[in-house]
């Protein structure tokens, strides 16, 4: 049977090298030594086990694409931005909370009678309480879980191995949340998640570091997170077996170009690593992800 990790990337675009772009600084030595892909603009590989393009982020919509319809998009196949006749930053609104919740990868894959899971870590207490006070909403990847009435893993699953934290590492519960956490290396978490594909047909994970690096245009710790965010992809692809296929990919542009602060018109990177990675071949833009990880998991 096939298994699917998405690993999703908030705020990352494809863009050729250059000085804003932390990803010249950084090259991704480790995923492209196993992979052949680095995350700068290049010449597209369309191999049996790997693929690697920029996809459209910005759907045919004017104006440039945002958080709440890029992640609607990349998590249900549906042009979010289309239907509402803009791109919509941040949370979702009513219209696409009801698209997500039916219509979101995690609950149809479930609905079909495949094991699903979310891979992130959650300190609910303290997030339930910011929800119960209304200072943040639910985004699109927790409406998901919702969504498929997945339960949200905790703090302890994260100290039993069993979960990740959105940092990767768990730094910033210990330095910006005061949790006795124990930090785990980019290369421990990259194994958690492929060790995850043994036990459910279909994991997602995320990280918006990249979205919040962009937007304080912190070049220097841009370019760390990215030699993290080597070794940590790097080492998912490395423990990958035969059976499985990971996928990365983002919602807009932001990181690769710190010029500005802001998000961009820049295509995102698709990365398709494994057994079905080719038929990822076919994808053209962000609304064309959750359709072929729900094929592969049907074939």
Known sequence: MSKILFIFFDGIGLAPEGEHNPFSAAPMS???GVSGAGF??????????VVFKGIDAQLGVPGIPQSATGQTALFTGVNAAEILGHHLTAYPDNRLT???????????????GHSATFANAYDLNAYNQLIQEGRILHSATTLSVLGANLPFRTLDDLRNGEAVYWDITGEHLRTHRNKDIELITPEEAGKR???LMNKNDLILFEC?????????????????????????????????GDAGTIVITSDHGNMEDMSSGGHTLNPVPLLAFGKDAQKFG??????DIAPIILSILEN
């Open 208 to 240: 918006f570091m990249p979205d919040i690096l962009g937007h304080h245009r912190e070049f220097d710790k841009a370019v760390s997170f990215v030699q993290l965010m080597d070794r940590f992809v790097g080492t998912s692809l490395s423990e990958l």
């Open 193 to 195: 998640l492929v060790m």
């Open 30 to 32: 480790l995923t492209k």
């Open 40 to 49: 700068v603009k290049g010449e597209p590989i369309d191999e049996k086990r």
């Open 282 to 287: 076919a994808a053209r833009s962000i609304t």
């Open 98 to 112: 009801e698209i997500i919740s039916e219509r979101n990868i995690l609950k149809v894959a479930t609905d079909k």
